[in-house]
């Protein structure tokens, strides 16, 4: 158990590091520099293009580059160009705005898709079954964009609440269970818009899971026991569906640093997709890359989870 | 063996005219096409046959437990103490099923839920039927586990089914068979799986049990030689289809149907050393496409015209043997 934690820590250190080489390399292979963003911009004169150049070490050759970003990284020293400020404040503010859209979607998501994943595989070819199929390829089909501006038309008129932005602007001198209110409202429509796809999908793949498993032989074992179909289902067929969605389990955790660009753009909410896409439309390498790196690092952090996870879920594994 | 006993009044299981048909791409599939047999109260009955002939769908449907759709119970009766089970609603079902009537399974591998441990699949069956404490139910299983044979039963129960070898899977499926005492136990080609001397221990286990328990076992195999060292009665099946029933004596040494004399034939015996082993011609027939008449008639050394076109008649051999060749029944008048 220690042996197999300190392997594939030293072996995520290592794929680490090349990540760390391999997307600091694409970044700097795109077109365009940051330096050329805005050239029409007057201010941009050659003489303080070249301070610019000095002061980020763009003058120097890439290798060295790359130390001086990841010792910036590492020391928490890293300056967004855009504004000096410092990076690490940024993308916290901005995971602080994402993380409640995060979780209530990823909620709404995992605690849909698997009963009505498991309804439709147990009453396969039923109404319920089709008509949750049928759903879910319709949510699958339309784009997110229209669905959410669907939405938002028939929230506002029918409930005559806000929606767009985080909150509404002033509202912080009201009184308390009103701000929590108005919170709520404008968390509601994107959390759940950023579900729909992932309810869509993720209980199609439950209810394969589900049937796969119900076909197994030690379910007409159970059966044979004279089991109630309860049991049979929930305990027997379903804890052996659950062992795949443990691995899917660790992969959420990479999703809290992605935000969502086109739900943050739809909705105004000043997240993390809507600031890296920001920084990659102006050049800001050290904001691009640290965001990657701390993904690649939740990417890692979330398969050792799901190792983890599946040695508490099946007993065959052993570490 | 002993002679079929006549005085046992009422069978345990009566199986009648029985017909299960499975639905798919537009054809229908009869697996079993109108069988009858009869279990007696601690007999052993085997069903004997290649696979695919629809043993284990007889099997099966006794439980309740064909899948459904595709499959369907089209027509017949299994009569099981006195109770027609095909009448019975889902739930006096589930009362019978390991209740009265438990299955071992072929494949104890895959048949053990590979997430839960021995002792809790085990116990599973008496919680739900009977009515037990948690202490009780422990010291219950583990005289369970030891009564089929597994060696230091107490750790076992908090073993996984893949720490166990097969031929202790197969015994952990036996006692979780034998659980709830039933009057009936399935075992649909338990040895299968196993090798040689594990299959040895296996049947003398299930032959000790029958004896100690007094229970009825209905015995699946394909596998004539372990049919031969267990059964009191033999059913032979072929493609859905009863071919011939009786004794082991009566079966091994003088089978009336071409079918049991080719599958007779074609055991490797020390006889026959160095000679080609026999098999017969063909294989069996898909269900969805059974010859008309007698199903074995294409494969058959015997057939004469009627029997691409007539289904044949059971012929009654005396003292319970019969065979469903008229064939082979005529041509013994005229020798005899």
Redesign the interface.
Same mark, same amino acid.
């Given at each position: 158990m220690l042996s197999f934690i300190g392997r594939s820590v030293i072996q995520k250190t290592i794929t680490l590091f090349f990540v760390s080489i391999v997307s600091f390399l694409i970044i700097h292979l795109a077109p365009g520099k940051p330096s050329q963003v805005n050239p029409m911009n007057p201010k941009f004169t050659p003489e303080i293009l070249e301070r610019f150049q000095k002061e980020f070490h763009l003058d120097k050759p890439l290798y060295v580059q790359y130390l001086y970003f990841y010792r910036g990284l590492f020391t928490g020293q890293t300056v967004s160009w855009k504004d000096n400020q410092s990076v690490f404040s940024k993308i916290w503010g901005r995971f602080l705005n994402s993380l409640p859209l995060f979780i209530v979607g990823t909620l709404i998501t995992w605690t849909l898709s698997f009963p009505v994943g498991i309804r439709s595989a147990i009453y396969r $070819?039923g109404i319920y079954d089709r008509t949750t199929t049928f759903l879910s390829y319709l949510l699958i089909s339309i784009p997110g964009f229209f669905f959410a501006y669907v939405l938002i038309i028939f929230v506002v008129n029918h409930f005559h609440v806000p929606v767009i932005g985080m909150e509404t602007f002033g509202i912080a001198n009201s009184s308390i269970p009103h701000m929590i209110m108005d919170r709520i409202w404008h968390l509601l429509l994107p959390s759940v818009l950023g579900a729909t796809g992932g309810i869509a999908i993720l209980s199609r793949y439950v209810r394969s899971q589900m049937l796969e498993v119900e076909g &197994?032989?030690?379910i !007409?074992? =159970? *059966? =044979? *026991? $004279? /089991? #109630?179909p309860d &049991?049979v289902h929930y305990k027997?067929a379903f !804890?052996?569906a659950l /062992?795949p969605f443990v691995t899917m389990f660790g992969l959420i955790l990479p999703g809290l640093i992605g935000g969502s660009v086109i739900i943050e753009t739809i909705f105004s909410w000043p997240g993390m997709g809507r600031m890296a896409y920001d920084a990659i439309l102006a050049r800001d390498y050290p904001v691009i890359l640290t965001v990657n790196f701390v993904s690649a690092v939740l990417v890692l952090a979330g398969t050792f989870v799901s190792d983890l996870l599946y040695l508490v879920?099946? #007993?065959?594994i052993r570490l | 063996m002993d002679k079929r006993p006549k005085s046992h009044g009422t069978p345990l299981l009566r199986v009648e005219n029985l017909k299960v048909y499975f639905q798919g791409d537009g054809k229908r599939a009869r697996a079993v096409d109108g069988i009858s047999y009869e279990v007696h109260q601690k007999q052993t009955v085997c069903i004997v046959g290649e696979s695919g002939c629809g043993k284990t769908v007889s099997a099966l449907s006794i439980l309740g437990l064909i899948p459904s759709p595709p499959g369907e119970i089209v027509s017949g009766k299994i009569f099981f103490s006195g109770q027609d089970l095909l009448k019975l609603d889902e739930k006096t079902m589930q009362n019978i099923r390991g209740n009265q009537i438990a299955m071992v399974f072929q494949e104890p591998l895959t048949s053990l839920n590979p997430v839960f441990t021995i002792g809790d699949q085990l116990g599973e069956a008496v919680s739900t039927h009977k009515s037990m404490g948690a202490e009780s139910l422990k010291r219950y299983m583990i005289q369970l586990l030891s009564d089929v044979g597994i060696p230091s039963p107490e750790q076992r129960l908090n073993d996984y089914p893949h720490q166990l070898s097969g031929g202790q899977r197969q015994r952990v499926m036996i006692a979780m068979a034998l659980s709830c005492d039933p009057d009936l136990m399935i075992a649909d080609e338990p040895t299968t799986a196993l090798d040689v001397t594990v299959q040895a221990q296996i049947l003398e286990l299930l032959r000790s049990i029958q004896q100690k328990r007094s229970m009825a076992i209905l015995y699946i195999s394909h596998d004539l030689g372990v049919v031969s060292a267990i059964a009191h009665w033999i059913y032979v099946m072929y493609a859905g289809i009863m071919a011939e029933q009786g004794n082991s004596d009566q079966i091994f040494r003088s089978p009336r149907h071409p079918y049991t004399q080719g599958l007779l034939a074609s055991l490797p015996s020390l006889s026959k050393r160095g000679k080609r082993l026999y098999s017969i011609p063909g294989s069996v027939p898909n269900p969805a496409y059974k010859p008309t008449g007698c199903p074995f008639h294409p494969r058959c050394p015997h057939t004469i015209s009627t029997c691409r076109k007539e289904y044949p008649n059971m012929c009654d051999y005396g003292h319970g043997h019969m065979a469903r060749c008229p064939v082979l029944y005529e041509k013994r008048e005229h020798t005899e």
């Amino acid at each position: 158990m220690l042996s197999f934690i300190g392997r594939s820590v030293i072996q995520k250190t290592i794929t680490l590091f090349f990540v760390s080489i391999v997307s600091f390399l694409i970044i700097h292979l795109a077109p365009g520099k940051p330096s050329q963003v805005n050239p029409m911009n007057p201010k941009f004169t050659p003489e303080i293009l070249e301070r610019f150049q000095k002061e980020f070490h763009l003058d120097k050759p890439l290798y060295v580059q790359y130390l001086y970003f990841y010792r910036g990284l590492f020391t928490g020293q890293t300056v967004s160009w855009k504004d000096n400020q410092s990076v690490f404040s940024k993308i916290w503010g901005r995971f602080l705005n994402s993380l409640p859209l995060f979780i209530v979607g990823t909620l709404i998501t995992w605690t849909l898709s698997f009963p009505v994943g498991i309804r439709s595989a147990i009453y396969r $070819g039923g109404i319920y079954d089709r008509t949750t199929t049928f759903l879910s390829y319709l949510l699958i089909s339309i784009p997110g964009f229209f669905f959410a501006y669907v939405l938002i038309i028939f929230v506002v008129n029918h409930f005559h609440v806000p929606v767009i932005g985080m909150e509404t602007f002033g509202i912080a001198n009201s009184s308390i269970p009103h701000m929590i209110m108005d919170r709520i409202w404008h968390l509601l429509l994107p959390s759940v818009l950023g579900a729909t796809g992932g309810i869509a999908i993720l209980s199609r793949y439950v209810r394969s899971q589900m049937l796969e498993v119900e076909g &197994q032989d030690y379910i !007409r074992t =159970a *059966k =044979a *026991k $004279g /089991l #109630p179909p309860d &049991q049979v289902h929930y305990k027997h067929a379903f !804890r052996n569906a659950l /062992l795949p969605f443990v691995t899917m389990f660790g992969l959420i955790l990479p999703g809290l640093i992605g935000g969502s660009v086109i739900i943050e753009t739809i909705f105004s909410w000043p997240g993390m997709g809507r600031m890296a896409y920001d920084a990659i439309l102006a050049r800001d390498y050290p904001v691009i890359l640290t965001v990657n790196f701390v993904s690649a690092v939740l990417v890692l952090a979330g398969t050792f989870v799901s190792d983890l996870l599946y040695l508490v879920v099946d #007993p065959r594994i052993r570490l | 063996m002993d002679k079929r006993p006549k005085s046992h009044g009422t069978p345990l299981l009566r199986v009648e005219n029985l017909k299960v048909y499975f639905q798919g791409d537009g054809k229908r599939a009869r697996a079993v096409d109108g069988i009858s047999y009869e279990v007696h109260q601690k007999q052993t009955v085997c069903i004997v046959g290649e696979s695919g002939c629809g043993k284990t769908v007889s099997a099966l449907s006794i439980l309740g437990l064909i899948p459904s759709p595709p499959g369907e119970i089209v027509s017949g009766k299994i009569f099981f103490s006195g109770q027609d089970l095909l009448k019975l609603d889902e739930k006096t079902m589930q009362n019978i099923r390991g209740n009265q009537i438990a299955m071992v399974f072929q494949e104890p591998l895959t048949s053990l839920n590979p997430v839960f441990t021995i002792g809790d699949q085990l116990g599973e069956a008496v919680s739900t039927h009977k009515s037990m404490g948690a202490e009780s139910l422990k010291r219950y299983m583990i005289q369970l586990l030891s009564d089929v044979g597994i060696p230091s039963p107490e750790q076992r129960l908090n073993d996984y089914p893949h720490q166990l070898s097969g031929g202790q899977r197969q015994r952990v499926m036996i006692a979780m068979a034998l659980s709830c005492d039933p009057d009936l136990m399935i075992a649909d080609e338990p040895t299968t799986a196993l090798d040689v001397t594990v299959q040895a221990q296996i049947l003398e286990l299930l032959r000790s049990i029958q004896q100690k328990r007094s229970m009825a076992i209905l015995y699946i195999s394909h596998d004539l030689g372990v049919v031969s060292a267990i059964a009191h009665w033999i059913y032979v099946m072929y493609a859905g289809i009863m071919a011939e029933q009786g004794n082991s004596d009566q079966i091994f040494r003088s089978p009336r149907h071409p079918y049991t004399q080719g599958l007779l034939a074609s055991l490797p015996s020390l006889s026959k050393r160095g000679k080609r082993l026999y098999s017969i011609p063909g294989s069996v027939p898909n269900p969805a496409y059974k010859p008309t008449g007698c199903p074995f008639h294409p494969r058959c050394p015997h057939t004469i015209s009627t029997c691409r076109k007539e289904y044949p008649n059971m012929c009654d051999y005396g003292h319970g043997h019969m065979a469903r060749c008229p064939v082979l029944y005529e041509k013994r008048e005229h020798t005899e």
